[in-house]
């Protein structure tokens, strides 16, 4: 008698806790009760597996305690929070973060902290901030900076001080010029890579793949274009092609189903892709939780298990 070998189903490799709720940033902007009521019904809902953490400014950290001291429910899951700070003011934005925790008495935590990097010596200043955040700290590099020179630095802060952390690539914005092009995310995708840090991204990736938005007339990235250079990337593919697939606008050239990822004639196993996400491409941010879900409906990937 043959027994069948159980895999794992490659869209849960790829998707699994891919997307950081980020309801109160913009084009969102929700209000706290609605970005919580928002994040409350991804995590609880028949997705609730694609959802990670609530992204929250660490200067908002105390109105969202309000929040949840009156809305969580008996045995509702801890809440996993990723704090944005500003790092103007380490010394008062740590104090907040544990006063925070304190109050929610383990209901919540801070499970990362995000930063944009300021002016000055980088790799003093974020291993200074690793030390007292005393968390994953990613930080935030400007695509139209120095990338190799940045990452670099945030690899000799990671070496020296043995703690974990990332970096933070800014995908979009309010302006044509935020939107860094193809070839931009695949140097910085494969910059990452090549320093065995990981990364998340953020801004404008509501949608799978990359298309021209109606309202503002801006080309978008694609999240599943991301997630395939990541993946491809980690098994070592080249910029040239990185860039290819970051700047693919055709939903038909990428596939997504039990067995894998496919752009194109590429194929990345579900092995592959638990590989990319785990050491790569770890989230992204978004403000809508429903037009990814709708998306990758409409595209045949959800539900798991059709």
């Known amino acids: ?6 895999r794992p189903d490659a869209r849960r490799a790829a998707l699994g806790g891919l997307i950081d709720y980020a309801g109160l940033f913009p084009p969102a902007e929700l209000d706290m009760e609605a970005a919580a009521a928002g994040y409350r019904a991804a995590r609880t809902g028949p997705e609730a597996w694609m959802v990670d953490r609530f992204l929250c400014p660490v200067g908002r950290l105390e109105e969202l305690a309000g929040v949840l001291m009156g809305t969580m429910g008996s045995g509702e899951p801890a809440w996993r929070i990723s ?23 383990g209901a919540a935590s801070v499970q990362l902290v995000e930063t944009r990097v300021p ?30 020179a ?10 020296g001080t043995r703690r974990a952390l990332g970096a933070k690539l800014r995908t979009g ?19 990452c890579r090549d320093r065995s840090l990981p990364l998340k991204a953020t801004a404008g990736l509501h949608h799978p793949v990359r298309h021209v938005d109606p309202e503002t007339g801006f080309t978008r990235h ?15 593919e080249d910029i040239t092609t990185l860039a290819e697939v970051v700047g693919d ?8 189903d039990r067995s894998g990822l496919r752009w194109r004639d590429r194929a990345v196993s579900a092995a592959d892709l638990q590989t990319a996400r785990r050491e790569l ?12 879900v709708e998306d990758l409906t409409a595209l045949g990937v959800l539900p798991v298990g059709s």
């Open 83 to 105: 704090a944005i700070a500003t790092g103007t003011d380490l010394d008062a934005e740590v104090a907040t973060i544990e006063a925070f925790e304190a109050e929610m008495g």
């Open 150 to 159: 940045a990452l670099d630095a945030l690899a000799a802060a990671r070496d």
């Open 249 to 256: 606008d055709d939903p038909q050239a990428f596939t997504l």
């Open 119 to 148: 002016s000055g010596d980088l790799a003093v200043w974020a291993a200074r901030a690793v030390e007292m955040l005393d968390r994953v700290v990613f930080f935030e590099i400007p695509w139209q900076a120095d990338i190799a």
């Open 281 to 292: 491409f770890v989230a992204y941010g978004s403000c809508s939780f429903d037009e990814p």
């Open 173 to 191: 914005g309010v302006t044509a010029d935020d939107f860094p092009p193809p070839e931009g995310v695949a140097a910085f995708i494969a910059a």
């Open 222 to 236: 694609g999240f599943l274009n991301l997630l395939a250079a990541a993946a491809l990337a980690s098994r070592g």
């Open 1 to 6: 008698m043959s027994l069948e070998i159980s």
